[in-house]
T-cell receptor
Framework: EAGVTQSPTHLIKTRGQQATLRCSPI?????VYWYQQALGLGLQFLLW???????NRGNFPPRFSGRQFPNYSSELNVNALELEDSALYLC?????????????FGSGTQLSVL | QKEVEQNSGPLSVPEGAIASLNCTYS??????FFWYRQYSGKSPELIMF????GDKEDGRFTAQLNKASQYVSLLIRDSQPSDSATYLC??????????FGDGTTLTVKP
């Protein structure tokens, strides 16, 4: 069974540009979560999508946005990139809801903003 | 106060010893509790979950939950060098969001 896949592995952008990160969940998983992990820091919750809808959002500015497609894959967009957006962006998927979600993570996209 | 707090570490134990990792959380409405292991340069991997007060054992790992004290722990028995990693405590509410602690880095010395 294929795991969660993310692309690209690495992304280099300059300040002010836009970045698009992609995620394909495990087959059968309908929920996709996005997390930011800055160097040496913990995972910060960004967004949760389920059945094509945004279900919850973390404390990030509106320039962080995303969507989930009918095949449950997801896209994270970061507009007007800032230097502090440099981080590892992790996507996770799950098949349970109601507070018992077990997360299965992809390998992440390392975003560097120069 | 952080929603989920872990011992800052690093924690170093000799091979064969018991490693004890601790986590406290602030939201009394939290329903489920998870431990993820993250090797350096890799993504987190779920190793244990617990929903009810008490202990839950899986091989060398034991998760302990005390909702009254808002405390969850992970014990690793017979620690091996391959257990060296950062351990992340995660807490879920019914909002479907997993809130993570900053992690405790464990080093098991041969």
């Amino acid at each position: 069974e294929a795991g969660v896949t993310q692309s690209p592995t690495h992304l280099i952008k300059t300040r002010g540009q836009q970045a698009t990160l992609r995620c394909s969940p495990i087959s059968g998983h309908t929920s996709v979560y996005w997390y930011q992990q800055a160097l040496g820091l913990g995972l910060q919750f960004l967004l949760w999508y389920d059945e094509g809808e945004e279900r919850n959002r973390g404390n990030f500015p509106p320039r962080f946005s995303g969507r989930q497609f009918p095949n449950y894959s997801s896209e994270l967009n970061v507009n007007a990139l800032e230097l502090e957006d440099s981080a590892l962006y992790l996507c996770a998927s799950s098949y349970q809801q109601g507070g018992n979600e077990k997360l299965f993570f992809g390998s992440g996209t390392q975003l560097s903003v120069l | 106060q952080k929603e989920v707090e872990q011992n800052s570490g690093p924690l170093s134990v000799p091979e064969g010893a018991i490693a004890s990792l601790n986590c406290t959380y602030s939201d009394r409405g939290s329903q489920s509790f998870f431990w993820y292991r993250q090797y350096s340069g890799k993504s987190p991997e779920l190793i244990m979950f617990i929903y009810s007060n008490g202990d839950k054992e899986d091989g060398r790992f034991t998760a302990q939950l005390n909702k009254a004290s808002q405390y969850v722990s992970l014990l690793i028995r017979d620690s091996q060098p391959s257990d060296s990693a950062t351990y992340l405590c995660a807490v879920n509410t019914n909002a479907g969001k997993s809130t993570f602690g900053d992690g405790t880095t464990l080093t098991v010395k041969p």
